[in-house]
């Protein structure tokens, strides 16, 4: 069993900077691929970016330049520095892991429960 905790998630005005942290713990496996989502009001779950077993990054296109998904060197760890934000990032940040990714596309198999990200204009 994975657990993803999150942390991080705060209000901030447009133009502000947030860091979330997600607290990886349990059996996992160190080729499992490592990602963050976001769920905006009446929106869909959407990938935000990911990294996988080999250090490779991709990105959604909406937040390229501004997000930076990064592992501390034990890989208990995930990170997403965010920047510039904007009122459209306004959402609920999930931490997910899963065994399998490719060119930006992560199967979930574990979810952590969120944290919340609110920028106001």
């Known amino acids: 069993q994975v657990h993803l905790m999150e942390s991080g998630g705060d209000s901030v005005q447009t133009g502000g900077s947030l860091t979330l942290s997600c607290a990886i713990s349990?059996?996992?496996?160190?080729?499992?691929?490592m990602g963050w989502f976001r769920q905006g009001p009446g929106k869909g779950r959407e990938a935000v970016a990911a990294i996988d077993k080999d250090g490779r990054i991709d990105y959604v296109d909406r937040v390229k330049g501004r997000f930076t998904i990064s592992q501390d060197n034990t890989k208990n760890t995930l990170y997403l520095q965010m920047n510039s934000l904007k009122p459209e990032d306004t959402a609920m940040y999930y931490c997910a892991a899963g065994e399998y990714c490719s060119g930006g596309y992560l199967r979930v198999d574990y979810w952590g429960r969120g944290t919340q990200v609110t920028v106001s204009s």
């Open positions: 349990g059996n996992i496996s160190p080729s499992f691929c």
